[in-house]
């Protein structure tokens, strides 16, 4: 490594023209990776639910469904906008009632189930489907041309509309995150280092792994819009501390030596070994998201892994000739440092340890119960903001004509048609169910001759297959709804085992059941692969132990807090969170158990140890935690979007959390267990006898 230090340092000039060089293909990628706006996309392929959902598209041309909501016009205006709107790109059908009868005809001539289902006063209401699934380019953009006509009191609600508004808010408000991350983070790292010029230094230096990360993410093939909107601020969060080891170093080595080349060659050989074991552990946390069913994880998982392997080898490569540059600069532009080592604190902790850890047992396990009790909530559109045009045509759906979701049932063609008469009258009469259609439904003595059903048939026959069409007056991912599909499972699987249902509503049905399973799983892989990880560097079969016990106390504090304020939690945080907390925060224990083992090989005893630790990690732990809580805070202010608020507003209160708990539990914990450590750990220093303190 000492070579390769001093290959960096010489040639750090060319490595330097070669890193903005490769900015260039990093923004074409970035430019070329699609964005997901569709999170129950990433439902495993084998749930009944996307299996039903492949049929729907396959078959019946239908995976994607929105209703129109059109107020105060006349029938034959709404006739000339549902052929300006067949008229668009990417739209398949436009329903209307002209579908199955003239608009000469009376309204009240119709038969009453399809005028219920169409009219509601003075407003109707048109089914569009689209020749593409939900979160493609084409159907996108045949969305924000039909939104248009909101201009003239028109809504369009459901789940592809609900997409496109997601869309639109993200690309508006992610460069707005961006900005207030970077001038928090900024501003904190003003308050810990000694000069003004060295923060715009580290910025600079970090912009390279970051476009690095998100031009690469082209070879992905897509990333989801939440992997879009955090990776920036979560890259610039974790891998400041890199930045800060090196200048720290450089500015060591500068006093001991005269030659700055010489200088920086050092500081990279010491500090290449400190950031990468650092680095692993929150490598580790991310990677763990990859176990998750739902392939958000994975997406969000191999993108902040790779954006923390980009930051390790830019600190190496790029910084160092960019701190080089600019030394003159800001050796120039100094000011006092105002994150200064704590003196009352590490005295306060030793001498109160034992009363500390008294709390610690206390506080722990109120906080797993309110932790593993925290209101979650999985409609997605509970995080849009209400006054989005897919709200308003939502809320105007369920007023007017009692519909929140519609499910799509689907059933071989082999079922008898009185069966399903039959279906359709007992999923008729169960709670929630404003009406089904189906052609099945139209046929018979009651239909007058003015009503032509092959319009309809031609919908709803396809591939083999037969299609009930349910409107609930349901939430999806309500409890109501999913008790509402598990009793038209038990009635349609009656007549058809092979039946499923498709839609938003069974979709997040499948996402609950995923989720569930995948927060025990990743907690699990996360914990196993850092304590596997921090049990190889301190070789040692105690340390691990203590070390994640003091994050996972913050992480439950964290997660704690919403239960007891009565706040609901988007379904993602829970399993996103912990891991990230984990993987982000272990590094500031790992520092503050590093300190103390160096202090215990110095000679002092464990409490004093302890105290110089404290005293001596607290300007980095509190730097380090403090961007991380800026950055994510200001987004979390912000955020017109409440799953992004309540990620970043989670992981901001989680990082100051573990700074707490590490600056006075973990502590606490090393001198209550350092007989236990110094038997468990391999080359541990013996404890000298105890010193009295003030």
């Given amino acids: 490594m000492e070579k390769l230090s001093q290959f960096i340092v010489k040639y750090r000039k060319v490595i330097l023209i070669i890193s903005i060089l490769l900015l260039i293909p990093s923004v074409f990628g970035?430019?070329?990776?699609?964005?997901?706006?569709?999170?129950?996309?990433?439902?495993?392929?084998?749930?009944?639910?996307?299996?039903?959902?492949?049929?729907?598209?396959?078959?019946?041309?239908?995976?994607?469904?929105?209703?129109?909501?059109?107020?105060?016009?006349?029938?034959?205006?709404?006739?000339k906008l549902k052929k300006e709107i067949q008229g668009i790109q990417g739209v398949d059908k436009v329903i209307w009632r002209d579908d199955a009868t003239d608009i000469t005809v009376p309204k009240e001539a119709i038969p009453e189930n399809i005028r219920k289902m169409l009219?509601?006063?003075?407003?109707?209401?048109?089914?569009?489907?689209?020749?593409?699934?939900?979160?493609?380019?084409?159907?996108?953009?045949?969305?924000?041309?039909?939104?248009?006509?909101?201009?003239?009191?028109?809504?369009?609600a459901g789940f592809s509309a609900i997409t496109e508004d997601t869309k639109d808010l993200v690309n508006t408000e992610t460069p707005i995150y961006s900005l207030i991350a970077v001038i928090l983070c900024l501003f904190v790292l003003c308050l810990g280092l000694k000069s003004w010029v060295a923060p715009i230094v580290f910025l600079i230096g970090i912009a390279f792994p970051i476009i690095y990360n998100m031009g690469t993410n082209v070879f992905l093939g897509q990333i989801s819009y939440i992997t879009q909107a955090l990776a920036l601020i979560l890259q610039l969060a974790v891998t400041m501390d890199y930045s800060i080891f090196?200048?720290?170093?450089?500015?060591?080595?500068?006093?001991?030596?005269?030659?700055?080349?010489?200088?920086?060659?050092?500081?990279?050989?010491?500090?290449?070994?400190?950031?990468?074991?650092?680095?692993?552990?929150?490598?580790?946390?991310?990677?763990?998201?990859?176990?998750?069913?739902?392939?958000?994880?994975?997406?969000?998982?191999?993108v902040m892994a790779k954006g923390v392997v980009l930051g390790v080898v830019c600190t190496v490569l790029v910084l160092p000739s960019l701190l080089m540059a600019f030394d003159p600069w800001i050796e120039k532009w100094s000011h006092p440092v105002l994150i200064r080592p704590l003196k009352r604190t590490p005295k306060f902790v030793v001498k109160h340890y034992k009363a500390i850890l008294i709390v610690f047992v206390l506080l722990f396990i109120p906080a797993i119960y309110c932790q593993a009790n925290v209101g979650q909530y999985y409609d997605l559109t509970q995080t849009l903001p209400e006054d989005l045009p897919?709200?308003?045509?939502?809320?105007?759906?369920?007023?007017?004509?009692?519909?929140?979701?519609?499910?799509?049932?689907?059933?071989?063609?082999?079922?008898?048609?009185?069966?399903?008469?039959?279906?359709?009258?007992?999923?008729?009469?169960?709670?929630?169910?404003?009406?089904?259609?189906?052609?099945?439904k139209y046929m018979g003595p009651g239909v007058?001759?003015?009503?032509?059903?092959?319009?309809?048939?031609?919908?709803?026959?396809?591939?083999?297959?037969?299609?009930?069409?349910?409107?609930?007056?349901?939430?999806?991912?309500?409890?109501?709804?999913?008790?509402?599909?598990?009793?038209?499972?038990?009635?349609?699987?009656?007549?058809?085992?092979?039946?499923?249902?498709?839609?938003?509503?069974?979709?997040?049905?499948?996402?609950?059941?995923?989720?569930?399973?995948?927060?025990?799983?990743?907690?699990?892989?996360?914990?196993?692969?850092i304590l596997l990880i921090i049990a190889i560097t301190f070789k040692s079969f105690s340390l691990p132990f203590i070390l994640v016990l003091a994050i996972e106390f913050a992480i439950c504090i964290n997660m704690g807090i919403p239960f007891l304020t009565h706040t609901q939690l988007p379904f993602?945080?829970?399993?996103?969170?912990?891991?990230?907390?984990?993987?982000?925060?272990?590094?500031?224990?790992?520092?503050?158990?590093?300190?103390?083992?160096?202090?215990?090989?110095?000679?002092?005893?464990?409490?004093?140890?302890?105290?110089?630790?404290i005293m001596m990690t607290s300007p980095s732990i509190i730097t380090s935690g403090l961007s991380f809580f800026a950055a994510c805070s200001g987004v979390a202010l912000i955020a017109k979007m409440d799953m992004i608020a309540s990620l970043c507003e989670l992981l901001g209160r989680g990082a100051l959390i573990s700074v707490i708990v590490i600056l006075t539990v973990l502590p606490s914990l090393l001198i209550f267990f350092s007989k236990l450590i110094e038997k468990t750990t391999k080359g541990w220093p013996k404890a000298k006898g105890e010193i009295a303190h003030e």
């Fill in 30 to 79: 970035y430019l070329n990776t699609k964005v997901n706006y569709d999170i129950l996309s990433y439902l495993p392929k084998d749930s009944e639910s996307m299996k039903a959902q492949d049929i729907l598209n396959d078959d019946f041309n239908l995976s994607s469904v929105d209703m129109l909501v059109v107020n105060n016009m006349k029938d034959k205006d709404v006739l």
């Fill in 119 to 156: 009219y509601s006063g003075d407003s109707t209401m048109l089914i569009i489907t689209f020749k593409e699934p939900t979160a493609s380019d084409t159907t996108m953009d045949a969305i924000a041309k039909i939104k248009k006509y909101a201009a003239m009191d028109c809504y369009l």
């Fill in 246 to 302: 090196l200048l720290h170093r450089y500015q060591e080595e500068k006093q001991k030596v005269s030659d700055k080349e010489l200088a920086m060659s050092k500081a990279i050989h010491a500090t290449f070994v400190s950031i990468t074991s650092s680095s692993v552990t929150t490598i580790a946390g991310f990677l763990a998201l990859c176990a998750m069913q739902l392939t958000l994880g994975k997406d969000i998982g191999i």
């Fill in 390 to 440: 897919s709200v308003i045509g939502t809320n105007q759906l369920k007023e007017k004509f009692n519909m929140t979701t519609t499910h799509f049932t689907i059933l071989s063609d082999q079922v008898k048609t009185k069966d399903i008469q039959k279906i359709i009258d007992r999923i008729e009469k169960v709670d929630g169910v404003t009406n089904v259609i189906g052609y099945e």
């Fill in 448 to 529: 007058p001759s003015t009503f032509e059903p092959k319009a309809v048939q031609d919908i709803l026959h396809n591939g083999g297959k037969r299609l009930l069409v349910i409107n609930s007056d349901y939430r999806a991912a309500t409890d109501q709804e999913n008790k509402q599909l598990d009793q038209i499972d038990s009635i349609i699987h009656k007549y058809d085992p092979e039946a499923k249902i498709a839609g938003e509503g069974s979709l997040t049905r499948d996402l609950i059941h995923v989720t569930n399973t995948d927060f025990q799983m990743v907690n699990i892989v996360s914990i196993v692969a």
């Fill in 572 to 613: 993602i945080a829970g399993i996103v969170i912990g891991t990230i907390q984990l993987g982000a925060c272990i590094d500031y224990a790992i520092l503050m158990t590093t300190r103390f083992k160096e202090e215990l090989q110095n000679g002092k005893d464990r409490k004093r140890a302890a105290q110089t630790a």
